[in-house]
Nanobody, 116 residues
């Protein structure tokens, strides 16, 4: 059993910053990829940022230059530093952990609200 827990969401003014954290615990052999998604407008969650086991990073165009993803492998923890937040960033942010198994490992989500 693997547990994925996000934290760090909240209410922030436009231009402000938040740092999200995601920690995976339980039976973990290796984490191949960790990523942040947000609900978006459709039925499929939208990728915001991801980091692979070898440190490669990917960002959605809408957040490039503003968000930075990082990971602490020893702690099985991933961070998303979000700077210069915009109202359109408002969403529920989900952490996904790829453990090389068939099961999808998602956190419950953390709410980010950007508003004046």
């Amino acid at each position: 059993q693997v547990q994925v827990v996000e934290s760090g969401g909240g209410l922030v003014q436009p231009g402000g910053s938040l740092r999200l954290s995601c920690t995976a615990s339980g039976t973990i052999y290796k984490i191949y990829t960790m990523g942040w998604y947000r609900q978006g407008h459709g039925s499929q969650r939208d990728l915001v940022a991801a980091i692979t086991i070898d440190g490669n990073e990917h960002y959605a165009d809408s957040v490039k230059g503003r968000f930075t993803i990082s990971a602490d492998s020893a702690k099985n923890t991933m961070y998303l530093q979000m700077n210069n937040l915009k109202p359109e960033d408002t969403d529920v942010y989900f952490c996904h952990v790829d453990l090389g198994t068939a099961r999808d490992n998602w956190g419950q989500g953390t709410q980010v609200t950007v508003s004046s």
